[in-house]
């Protein structure tokens, strides 16, 4: 804490300004549990919060705004090359310090430090009313109350993110509480309801995470698509109703990411640098991909069909129907258009290796065709495959989990394998350089700007990274050779 330049830029203003400020809540919670405290800091003014924001913004050179009206709460934002930084300033609210922690939304929250005992005392004292250091030496999440839950509904999914972030367990009557009042949820806005869902995704226990929402209704509050999947049978190569094949394909996904140097470690670093992009504010590549994993197959109940046979069971086109879903789920979310898009690209083609598996041998024009499609985010797209076959059967996830596998996810492990391969090894080195550019094409054909041009572009990547040109010269001819008055492939 005296390292923080937020802490010590606030203490020093405090100081000058006479006014008594404290640090609360999940700094000073973090503090407690030895974690990194982060860059996100909440302090409480009993005076003019928005003054001491504003010359916090100007000494640290940040940007201060009214975050919350009817608190009085303002927000600083200070970025840097090390990242983003925020702090709140928030007026007091009650009549002192305890009354005010009173009235947030966990014990373990409900903490406070004044800063002047953080520079000037070797242990500082930590205000607690409710019990919230208790609370954390024995590894429990515990509501302030039942109201407070009421009052911001949000904090009944907030409640499952901190377990999960924190490794705690939620009281019984904290648990019986949200389960009285989940339907409270639809009052959060999709933008808070997002920032919270994707925060649990990103840790290592998001199946668990869903699961334990669905057990006590949030789930299906928040997500109503899946209320038709419990009982939605597949077929035979399908162990599991639609939903227990959602939760075990997270499971899968989230621990083949876990493990990736066990599993891919030629590709390894890549790999866990591509998974750990982040695509927006809160939602990293990681946290999207398990999202994706849950809903992959949300367009099944809309397209089941059943034959004669009680076994012949069909989804025909359920990747478009699911596409359509998930976009709808993604903009009640509030997700950015870059999310929006991969999803829905996932959605779509999510059923594209299965399809390369049941061929004897790919082509090296289907492999550039994966990835012209589908770019990098083709790589997503392996591991989808194969969590998505790994969670349709009854299968132990561990770490010699490929040594045994039923001959059709070994298919298609053995097919996700040669496409990473060939992105790594012949695709990604290659693509960056084209022998011809579309000026050239153009003049050579003399042809005007269109899409077609594209087309012949893509066409030409695609024979010198197959190896079939290797040359300026062999491009224009490869180039003359293609007849345009045909649509091209």
Known sequence: MIKSQIIHAVFKLAQKRKEEV???????????????????????????????????????????????????????????????????????????ILADLRQRDFTINSLAI???????????????????VSDLQQGILRANSEDSLRQDPLRMLRAYRFAYTLGLKIDEETGKAIGRNQKLIHRSAGERVRGEFFAALRENQAAHFLRDLYQTG?????????AEWEQLRQGPQYDFPLLEHAFRTVEAGEFILAHIRNFYLPYAQFLEQ?????????????????????????????????????????????????????????????????????????????????????????????????????????????????????????LALQINLFSDLPDGVRRIKAVGEEILHYYFEEYSPKAPGLLLNGKEIMKTLDLHQSP??????????????NGKIHSREEALEFIKNIDISKPLG
């Open 218 to 226: 949030l789930l299906r509050e928040l997500f109503p698509e899946i």
């Open 22 to 96: 404290y640090l609360v809540g999940g700094a000073v919670r973090d503090f407690l549990l030895g974690r990194p405290l982060g860059k996100d800091f909440d302090f409480v003014v009993p005076g003019d919060a928005a003054g001491l924001a504003k010359e916090v913004a100007r000494q640290m050179q940040g940007t201060a705004f009214l975050l919350d009206d009817a608190f009085g709460t303002w927000r600083v934002v200070i970025k840097k090359a090390e990242g983003k930084s925020e702090a709140d300033f928030c007026v007091m609210q009650g009549g002192d």
């Open 452 to 465: 077609q041009v594209g087309r012949l572009l893509g066409l030409l990547r695609e024979a010198e990274i």
């Open 274 to 394: 591509h998974f750990e992009e982040v695509l927006e504010e809160g939602i990293s590549r990681k946290a999207l991909f398990k999202f994706e994993c849950f809903f992959h197959d949300s367009g099944k109940p809309h397209t089941r069909t059943q034959g004669p046979d009680p076994t012949a069971i069909r989804f025909l086109d359920h990747d478009q129907e699911g596409q359509k879903i998930n976009t709808i789920i993604a903009r009640r979310l509030k997700l950015s258009r870059k999310s929006i898009r991969i999803l829905s690209e996932w959605t779509r083609q999510h059923m594209r290796i299965q399809s390369l598996a049941k061929t004897a041998s790919i082509t090296p024009r289907a492999k550039y065709r994966f990835f012209r499609d589908l770019r990098q985010e083709g790589l997503d797209m392996v591991f989808l495959a194969i969590a998505n076959a790994l969670g349709s059967q009854r």
């Open 114 to 132: 004044r800063l002047p005992d953080i520079f000037q005392n070797e242990k500082p004292l930590v205000i607690d009313p409710l019990g919230g």
